[in-house]
Structure formats: structure tokens, C-alpha cells
């Protein structure tokens, strides 16, 4: 089971981006519990930017709110993150995370990370 990010890149300030992440795995089913996005950005911790439950509630980090928006698409265990109004001090490595149950796993509920995705905002 893994998550798959895609869309970084770079985009001058004003810009848009939209990030997504894909759960799979090799065999059977997997159901995708609260997903969400992180970034770090270089010499700062990890930070969360967006969180949606399942059923689709939303929450935002400050810096995120109004400018971002998160959204899934539960049958195609996939996460987007669609960045608006990019600022440089949004420039960071921009990680998945989802709490996934699997046949893989006997349907034990695990947290994953994805491997990032890189998204620079520069003139």
C-alpha cells in the first residue's frame, strides 16, 4: 500500500497548482479514512495545510484558508489539493497523508505518508 503525489512544479507568485494523491495497492481493497496535505518547507518542520474526513469536512491551516482548497474522490481513493494565489512563502515539499485500511493489511487501520511532491513559487 502506497500514496502516490503528483503536480508539484514551478509557478511564478499569483499561480495556480493542483496537487493529487493516490492510494493503492497491490492486491484487493483499500478505504481511505481522513486525508490530508503537509509541507516543508527547507529548515522548518513538517506542517499540516488541509485535512478532509471522508464524508468530506474540511479544515484548513491558517496560511491554507481561502487560498487552497482539499478535496477526494473516494472512488479513486484520491486526494487533491488545488493552491490558488501562490505566494513564495508557499514554495515547500508538499507530502501526503491518509489513514488507509486494506486487504493487504487485514483491514488494520495504518497511517501513511507519501513521498512529496515539490512545489516552488518564484519570479
Known amino acids: 500500500v502506497q500514496l502516490q503525489a503528483s503536480g508539484g512544479g514551478e509557478v511564478q507568485p499569483g499561480g495556480s497548482l493542483r496537487l493529487a494523491c493516490a492510494a493503492s495497492?497491490?492486491?484487493?481493497?483499500?478505504?481511505?479514512?481522513?486525508m490530508s496535505w503537509y509541507r516543508q518547507a527547507p529548515g522548518n518542520q513538517r506542517v499540516l495545510v488541509a485535512r478532509?474526513?471522508?464524508?468530506?469536512?474540511?479544515n484548513y491551516s491558517s496560511s491554507a484558508k481561502g487560498r487552497f482548497t482539499i478535496s477526494r474522490d473516494n472512488a479513486k481513493n484520491t486526494v487533491y489539493l488545488q493552491m490558488n494565489s501562490l505566494k513564495p512563502d508557499d514554495t515547500a515539499v508538499y507530502y501526503c497523508?491518509?489513514?488507509?485500511?486494506?486487504?493487504?493489511?487485514?483491514?488494520?487501520?495504518?497511517?501513511?505518508w507519501g513521498k512529496g511532491t515539490e512545489v516552488t513559487v518564484s519570479s
Open positions: 495497492g497491490s492486491i484487493g481493497t483499500i478505504i481511505a479514512n481522513a
Open positions: 497523508n491518509a489513514d488507509l485500511r486494506s486487504t493487504e493489511m487485514d483491514f488494520v487501520e495504518l497511517n501513511y
Open positions: 478532509i474526513t471522508r464524508d468530506g469536512s474540511t
